[in-house]
């Protein structure tokens, strides 16, 4: 089996595991990997993450170029592009998970400073404000973001954007940030979460 073939297996399969989680929900999101030193595979416009199929899948080179004729990719390829071309990412998720969505929707970014083992694997999470989706005006302003050293970035009234070392990587931040987010809405019915202090935060330690 080809390199390629079976990188678009498992982009394949990781479509499969997230729309399972309620994170691509209908036709919605994107994810991407990078293939080569010259392009990456993104998943296409208006296709189901359910069915999406492995040919289905379209190859872009990092300017931006469609390598795979009469295909067409998610209209939010420039802002996958942007994450490739300006950090050490090898995965990109672009999904609407209810969680984080709901910040989203509620003009409220999630804070990481609440929980030790949130901090620590996802930092502090970048946030843009609502640009239209797939416009270059989001592609300057999440470019930005990216180079400002931020692994996550919730878009205002869209969903979140999740950067990994590879597909899992990107996955498991995936995942803990929706758990975290609900974790976050569950403790205001609380009375609220209380945030760590700057000093507890500089003594985290990996788990």
Request: glycine share 8%.
């Amino acid at each position: 089996m080809s390199c390629e073939r079976k990188a678009r297996k498992t982009l394949v399969q990781y479509c499969r595991r997230l729309y399972g989680k309620g994170y691509l929900p209908g036709v919605d999101g994107n994810i991407s990997m990078r293939l080569d030193e010259k392009s990456i595979l993104i998943t296409p416009s208006g296709v189901s993450k359910e069915l999406v199929k492995p040919s289905e899948l379209v190859r872009v080179s990092l300017s931006g170029q469609t390598m795979d004729n009469g295909k067409k990719p998610s209209i939010e390829t420039n802002m996958h592009l942007a994450a490739f071309n300006h950090s050490g990412t090898n995965a990109v998720f672009h999904l609407h998970s209810p969680n984080a969505c709901a910040f989203a929707m509620a003009r409220k970014n999630i804070d990481t400073r609440y929980a030790p083992f949130a901090y620590y694997h996802l930092g502090e999470v970048g946030y843009a404000p609502y640009l239209p989706a797939g416009s270059e005006k989001l592609h300057k302003e999440v470019t930005q973001i990216i180079k400002d050293k931020h692994i996550v970035i919730l878009l205002e009234s869209h969903g979140v954007l999740v950067l990994g070392a590879d597909l899992q990587d990107a996955f498991v931040k995936a995942d803990l940030l929706e758990s975290y987010a609900g974790m976050l809405i569950k403790a205001d019915s609380l009375g609220g979460a209380h945030m760590l202090s700057d000093k507890e935060l500089a003594e985290l330690h990996g788990g």
